[in-house]
């Protein structure tokens, strides 16, 4: 028996219309990891949304959590499975770079190949079997907690909003320290966008949608606005909550962590807002 690769707060009868999804912060580094590495282990650390679990477990009143555990190298939640990078995994299928991904193309499949500034991560190719195990023990039990506690947030409340929680590099001079992503206005209805950009700019954030990102395979997976169930994937720029060396809680820990709890409170509000039979339609 596997131990659970990610932990889950809430009770069983939602509370909230919300769900928090953190699947990029885990720290778990399995020894088959370990072994396999041609850099050292701190080269693994530009994976990590670092430390955003932390914001969202103290920003988290009665939503319904799932984080993940096991660190984002090991395998990544927010691709599609057969995101399979064959330069390391004996069992990808072999496919034009026309047909991939550009995050599969770029090194940062199903299982991240390389790191900028680090290069290459990994001295030997992994077996199908390796990849297949970590799928089935990691990211299929990932995928179907968001979906059930989207379900059962659904059948209460007539309708469920994902927030799933990144961070990412500072953008630049001038560059946004939030971005909102609905693929497009495809994952979320405009109000909850609305809701989520206001708390941002209201506390003095600046902030942009969908770019550079525009939300991953976990919205494309759970996100169905037709059906009441909407998602925005919410990056933080890591320096707004993190020391000067990036990795330990720093001096705007705590107000990132009041942004969010705004932030789910909001769409909480937003959700609720509208009568059940309509969110429904």
Known sequence: ?????????GATLPVSPVVLSVPHAG????????????VPLAG???????LVDAVARSARTTETMIVQTRARAWIDLNRREDERDPMIDEGALVSPP????????????????????????????????DITARIANDHRPYHH??????????ARFGIAVLLDLHSMPTLGPGGARIVLGDRFGHAAAPRFVGRVETECVTQGFSTAINAPYAGGHILERHARPEAGVH?????LDRSLYLDRKLFAPGAGFARVVGLVRAILAALADEALSVPMALAAE
């Open 1 to 9: 028996m596997h131990p659970s690769p990610f932990e889950r707060t």
């Open 27 to 38: 720290r778990d580094y399995p020894l088959a990891l370990k072994t396999a590495l041609r």
């Open 44 to 50: 693994l650390l530009p994976l990590e949304d670092r």
């Open 98 to 129: 026309a047909q991939q991904s550009a995050k599969l193309r770029s090194g940062l499949g199903l299982v991240p190949r390389r790191v900028g500034g680090v290069g290459d991560l990994w001295a030997r190719r992994f077996t199908d079997a």
């Open 145 to 154: 907690a968001v979906e059930t506690a989207l379900a059962a947030a659904r």
């Open 231 to 235: 998602a925005i994937q919410l990056e």
